[in-house]
């Protein structure tokens, strides 16, 4: 399976949290780390939710 790309991802967002600079809205958190990589260590899977961004949207 290919590496997560969360910034590919409709629910990634950049918080303006110095330190927890990245979110998730649909795991609902923001972390210092790459949403995928704290799914991947904390559930020891890959993100099951990943849905790439539609064509046009930011």
Request: aromatic share 14%.
């Amino acid at each position: 399976m290919e590496k997560i790309n969360c910034r590919r991802c409709q629910y990634y967002f950049v918080t303006w949290e110095a330190h927890r600079p990245h979110g998730c809205k649909a795991y609902g958190f923001k972390s210092p780390y790459i949403p995928s990589q704290v799914v991947k260590r904390s559930t020891g899977e890959e993100c099951a939710l990943f849905t790439p961004k539609q064509p046009g949207s930011r």
